[in-house]
């Protein structure tokens, strides 16, 4: 069974941190890559950050560029999101879900075939 355990949200300062963790379970973790997705109150989820798990490679939305670090430790079958310099926007529930492995490393809902329960971030201005 595939699960995706995501964890570390919490209330944080405007300029604050937060690291998130996404546990991944029941698939060959090296043939996918894993997205972090997050959803506002009344707006569209939109995609954050993805990390394609055997090579490393990276995509970010422009709105987290330089402020977020997505990263994985492949021992532990578990993706991270370093989340720097938070603003009052970035408050979300923030999810992580995971696909095979695509030809272009994108943040397109499409592309992930499993999704984890989600984890609130919410960032106090």
């Known amino acids: 069974e595939v699960q995706l355990q995501a964890s570390g949200g919490g209330l944080v300062q405007a300029g604050g941190s937060l690291r998130l963790s996404c546990a991944a379970s029941?698939?060959?973790?090296?043939?996918?890559?894993i997205g972090w997705f997050r959803q506002a109150p009344g707006k569209e989820r939109e995609g954050v950050a993805c990390?394609?798990?055997?090579?490393?490679?990276?995509y970010y939305a422009d709105s987290v560029e330089g402020r977020f670090t997505i990263s994985s430790d492949n021992a532990k079958n578990t993706v991270y999101l370093q989340m720097n310099s938070l603003k009052p926007e970035d408050t979300a529930v923030y999810y992580c879900?995971?696909?095979?492995?695509?030809?272009?490393?994108?943040?397109?809902?499409?592309?992930?075939?499993?999704w984890g329960q989600g984890t609130e971030v919410t960032v106090s201005s």
């Open positions: 990390i394609s798990i055997s090579d490393g490679s990276t």
């Open positions: 879900a995971a696909g095979p492995k695509p030809l272009l490393l994108r943040l397109w809902v499409v592309l992930y075939n499993y």
């Open positions: 029941g698939f060959t973790f090296d043939d996918y890559a």
